[in-house]
């Protein structure tokens, strides 16, 4: 398989330019703290101002762009630090849930302060208060996992046209998410008389990566895909976009052939090699 297609040219200026705008995020943070801390205090927090700063950038012009392949390169370039910084706020917080589950498997009682934040953690993944806190915590390992580069790549370019749809353009959604209230985002054109549904609009486009992954993680239309990606942990296997396509038969009308195409996306631009 072909070496990846970015980040290079105009992508790898836009990697570089949100990399350096975490680094003074980071450092700010440090400054901030006004103490010595310890390495892996610092490395936790420095991740935690990266993945904070990294919200907060504006949508490139990518339709500027001089050539196709430069208006990939851009656009991959622009978005695969945003997905990383996002998916290593998830694998940090499965990080906690998997230290729950094993203090309970060691007949550890979860402090009071952890069952709150367990509380917070469920709600937010749509797991019941209604299971026993050992269950939920299960729920939530299959539920709070990362997503494969390459999905999130083939998915925001197929949905956000490389960056160039109206929706990316005003909303700053690069997933064609929904929302149900009034102004809550674009309305398309061609939404049909009756329905109340818009495309959301973000404030910035890192904020579209997030919501994306985790209406992944939680919402029960892809529980299929979590399913698929549960297996694959089980047995120690990597867990690649074209493994979790088949899972996303929900979000589009046209099904099966979205899947195809997404399938489609990521061998020809040969995303499967940053999974």
Known sequence: ??????????????TWLILSFCAIAAAAWSFKAGTVLENEELDAQRQQAEAEALVMLDLPDFAAEPTVQAKKDAFFGFLEPLAEAENARVARL???????RADLDSGRALSAETLERLE???ARYYVSDDLATSDQIDELLIKVDTIPMSLILAQAANESAWGTSRFALVGNNLFGQWCFSVGCGVVPDSRPEGEVY?????????LSVRAYILNLNRHRS???LRALRAERRAQGQAVTGLDL????????IRREEY???LNAMIEFNDLLDLD
Do not use: C, K, N
């Open 1 to 14: 398989m072909a070496q990846p297609i970015y980040p290079r040219q105009a992508g790898l200026s836009y």
């Open 94 to 100: 499965r990080d906690e849930v998997e230290q729950w």
């Open 120 to 122: 917070v953690i469920t």
């Open 198 to 206: 818009e495309v959301r609009a973000f404030e910035h486009a890192g």
């Open 222 to 224: 892809y529980a299929d």
């Open 245 to 252: 396509t088949p899972g996303l038969l929900a979000y589009s």
């Open 259 to 261: 899947v195809d195409e």
